[in-house]
Each structure stands twice: as C-alpha cells, then as structure tokens.
C-alpha cells in the first residue's frame, strides 16, 4: 500500500453496498478513499449473492404500510425511529443511486415500467428484483463505478487485523484518558504477508455477517464475523447479538454446498411441502402460511423434520408455476438444483433452514456512528435496529444502502473539524519474533469445532443446557487460539479463526443471557 492510501480520508473495509456505496459518496465529494477488502474480488461479498431483492415502494404501497410490515416482521424490537428513516428515505436514495446513477437493470413490465415481486410478511408487492440475482447485478454495477472513480484506493487481499485506538496503541500512555476513538486500523497484506498501519479520520465497518460461525450457513467464506469481533475488542457497543436469522429454504443435499433457495419463490405462490406432497405451512400460520414472517416458517420446518424423523422438507414450485416461467424468473437457482439432479420445474425442492443473517450487531445510530469517536458502521455488522428480533426480506441490501449513504454524509459533513492521528505516535506491527507457520489443518478443524458448536448448541431452538455447554467449550477453544494467534505468523485464515470464536462467543452469551422468546431468538427452556 502507497502512502497516500495508508494516510486517508477514510478507510472504507468492505466493499458490499454499504461499504461500496459509502466509498461512492465520499469520493465524489472529494475525500480521500481507502477501501480494503479482504477477498481476491472486489465483488466478493454477501451483497453479490443476495438473490430475492430490495424494497423500493409498490404501486399499492406507502411508507407507512411498510414501516407497519417491518415492525411485525421484528417482533416488537425494532427501532421505531431508525424503520422510519429506511421507509421514507430508502426509495429516493434507490432511486438516485441505483437507478439513476448505476442503472442497475431491474426487472421491468412489457410497458417498461419496474416490476415489483413480494416476499414472506410483507402485505404488497414492493420489491425490485433481477431475475435471481439481483445482489449480483447490484454489485457488479457498483464495482464498475468504484473503479472508475477517481481518489479510491482500491485493496483487494487486504484483510483487517484491528481496530486503531489511542487508548490501545498509542505510543502517548496519557492517550488511554481520552475518550474513545479510532484512527484506522492495522492491515494484513495477503500477498507480502506484511501488516501495515492504516491511518485515517474516519473509519467505516462495512465488513457483513457472520453465517460462516454455523455448520450450515446460505452466506459466502468472508462472512466470519470479522467487523464484529474487531468493533468489540476495540470497545464498541454490540447489541441484539441473540438474534441470528435462519433462512427458511436453503437447498439440501448431500453432496453440494448449501445454497440459497429465495423465498421469492414462495412469493410467486411456492408452498412448503412434506415428503408426500402435503402442504404443511397453514396449520402453523393460517394467516400467512407460507409467506409468514422467516423465524415462523424456519421454525415451523424444524417442528415438522422433528415429528416426521426427517432431515428436511420440501418446496413445491413446479405445480404453481410453468416451466417455462420458472427457467425465465429463477435461472440460477433452476441451473444449480439441476447440476445436483434435481429439476425444479418438474419435481419438488428439498430444503432445510440454514443461518442466513445477524440482526444485532454493533450499535449505531442514524447516521452509522458508533459509539466510538469517528468509526461508523453500515450494512449488517451494524444494527440500526431497523430488523429488531426477526428481518422482513429484501429489506437488508436497502439498509445497508441506506445506512451507506447517510454514513457517508455524515463524514462529509464532520471531515473539516477532523484531523489525522500523528503518524509516529502509533507503533508499526510487531511480529519480529515470529517465525512459526499456521498449521492449515489446525485452523480448519478449529474452525469447524466452532461451526458445529453452533449449529448444535445456539442454532433455531436453544435451551439453558445447550447454550452452556457453548460457553464453556467456546472459551476453552478461545483460549487455544489465543496462544496459537500469539505464536504463529498472520495469515488470512487465521485472522478469520480468531474472530470467528469471538464472534460466537458474543451471540452465544446474548443468547444466554436472554431467556425471553421473541422473533428469531427462539429458547425451549
Ligand atoms: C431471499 O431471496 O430469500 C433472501 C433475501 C433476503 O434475505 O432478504
């Protein structure tokens, strides 16, 4: 890294539609940029597989309708003030940025006008879609952008180590008096295998999710956790930890790797089936059934594999849609199923839940602003408490927009009053007695230790026992890999390990922690 792009404006880490639209915003108003990503891609990010859509406003809909369908879908926890701001300002900040400015190609009617589908909870059409890949469409069209603006420096296989604060690094002991804030943060080159000091005004977490912590997850291999753990060693507030969401309909399948099945698909009319054929979502939720909000229909499939002794259910499609139009509105997913032997236009889709999306995160607030000095956060590591216990779908890519947009604003409103962290009063990474490699295989098997712990103990229906025995194995296995992480030289893996056992600890101990049942933090006992 240059340095030019180790002193800047502010460094953006991920490049998702938070991150990425905020780096957008922020060039164009003429600060200086770094955005890092640790993937080979720029385009590597939840945002790329999104696969449903994002809400814009239905030709029967209004703010209101959808600030009332959010808050259903969230159980009573969502943050009022902050789903006001997503209902009101999500379809002009749509408008300007993806479909003025990025012209991303969203479906369209024959008389040209957009399109709109419906997912599960909510009460009209209203979301825009591109076929099944509307994550990817998105991003790729912001990437283009982003590497065509100037005053970006653009780092891909560059992984985030840690936070910078005065009160952890400075070389001054006196800073650890003043409040906290952060000033960059230390960078992992994945190639030179070097970590450099990354200083800036600003810092934005844009980092995602953590679906990689669960055996079973519809989320990509960069979704470990990383912003979160990072934000809470260096003293951010994390809140809703407890509140993972289960994807009700991911495909299951022996041999292939878990994938998203959209509840697009139960949009346009699919209903979740048993092996015989039977439609099963009416006796759980005669009002919605098969659209209701996920954490009911996610738990309703576990009932159901329970009491039939099966390990997953399925989806009927192909008896309420043609072939013809299945292939055109679902190409992807009617390619992958096939790949794997099945064909979605003539036979039914086994699926199970998997572990989709975190709905807590690192607490922020209109504007993205932590409750560190000068770092922000957008998109799913952070929690505006817009999806409060339980996400209606579709809504995510528009928060992360959203929040994206204001985040950076805001910057650019604050950078005259904020001024780089001298230099030579943050020490450079210290790895000088490091001469140890990380065994691969001991960071995988750790890390699938991790996963099943999860999957097993704090997954859809959790109880005092399990959560438990999570604690205390998750601390053990936290403290291996602390003596290890002290040991061995970086790598990419083994900073995604680390993380990782932090992450799970923090939603085991939420989920511990809170007895109450309520959206997608479901306890038995
Ligand atoms: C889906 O297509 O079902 C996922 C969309 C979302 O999680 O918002």
């Given at each position: 890294m240059n340095k030019a792009c180790r002193q800047t404006d502010v460094l953006v880490i991920g490049a998702g539609i938070a991150g990425g639209t905020a780096a957008l915003r922020l060039a164009e108003a003429g600060l200086r940029v770094t955005l890092v990503t640790r993937?080979?891609?720029?385009?590597?990010?939840?945002t790329y597989y999104a696969q449903g859509g994002i809400i814009h406003r239905g030709p029967e809909d209004s703010a209101d309708l959808l600030v009332s369908d959010i808050l259903k879908a969230g159980a009573g926890l969502s943050n009022p003030k902050a789903v006001r701001i997503l209902a009101e300002e999500g379809p002009r900040v749509l408008n300007e940025m993806?479909?003025?400015?990025?012209?991303v190609p969203f479906a369209r009617a024959a008389d040209g006008r957009l399109d709109y589908t419906r997912e599960g909870a909510h009460s009209t059409e209203r979301i825009l879609y591109v076929g099944d890949l509307t994550g990817r469409a998105i991003e790729e069209k912001l990437v283009e952008r982003l590497q065509q603006t100037p005053n970006i420096c653009i780092m891909s296989r560059h992984s985030a180590v840690d936070l910078l604060t005065p009160a952890h690094h400075s070389r001054d002991p006196l800073d650890v008096y003043e409040p906290l804030s952060c000033i960059g943060a230390y960078i992992f080159d994945q190639e030179t295998r070097r970590v450099e000091t990354c200083l800036a005004k600003f810092t934005l977490l844009a980092t995602g999710g953590l679906?990689?912590?669960?055996?079973?997850?519809?989320?990509?291999?960069?979704?470990?956790?990383d912003g979160l753990a990072m934000a809470y060693r260096a003293g951010a507030r994390i809140i809703n930890a407890e509140y993972v969401q289960f994807h009700p309909t991911a495909f299951y399948h022996r041999d292939a790797p878990v994938f998203l099945i959209s509840e697009a698909l139960r949009g346009e009319g699919a209903k979740l089936v048993d092996e015989r054929g039977r439609p099963f979502m009416e006796k759980y939720d005669?009002?919605?059934?098969?659209?209701?909000p996920r954490d009911v229909v996610a738990r309703s499939i576990h009932h159901e594999m329970l009491e039939r002794g099966t390990d997953h259910v399925y989806l009927d499609l192909y008896t309420h849609m043609p072939a013809d139009k299945i292939k055109e509105r679902f190409p992807s997913i009617y390619e992958k199923a096939l790949f794997y032997g099945v064909d979605i236009t003539k036979e039914l889709i086994p699926v199970v839940p998997a572990a989709h999306?975190?709905?807590?995160g690192v607490w922020v607030d209109e504007y993205g602003r932590t409750n560190i000095q000068n770092l922000y956060a957008a998109g799913?590591?952070?929690?505006?408490?817009?999806?409060?216990a339980n996400r209606l779908g579709s809504s995510s890519l528009l928060e992360g927009l959203v929040w994206g947009y204001r985040a950076a604003e805001d910057m650019v409103r604050r950078a005259p009053e904020v001024s780089l962290f001298p230099a030579a009063n943050v020490p450079p990474w210290d790895d000088s007695g490091l001469h140890e490699t990380s065994d691969p295989a001991l960071i995988s098997q750790d890390m699938s230790t991790i996963k099943n712990i999860m999957w097993n103990y704090v997954g859809l229906v959790r109880t005092t026992h399990r959560l438990e025995r999570a604690i205390g194995d998750l601390r053990n296995l936290s403290l291996e890999i602390d003596k290890f992480y002290r040991r061995v030289r970086l790598t990419d893996a083994l900073i995604g390990l680390r993380n990782s056992v932090q992450a799970a600890i923090i939603v085991t101990d939420a989920a511990w922690s809170n007895r109450q049942s309520r959206g997608c933090h479901y306890r038995a006992s």
């Open positions: 993937a080979a891609e720029l385009y590597e990010s939840n993806l479909i003025k400015r990025l012209n679906g990689q912590i669960f055996l079973h997850t519809t989320n990509p291999p960069g979704a470990r956790g005669p009002q919605w059934a098969d659209l209701a999306y975190f709905c807590g799913e590591v952070s929690c505006t408490g817009v999806h409060g």
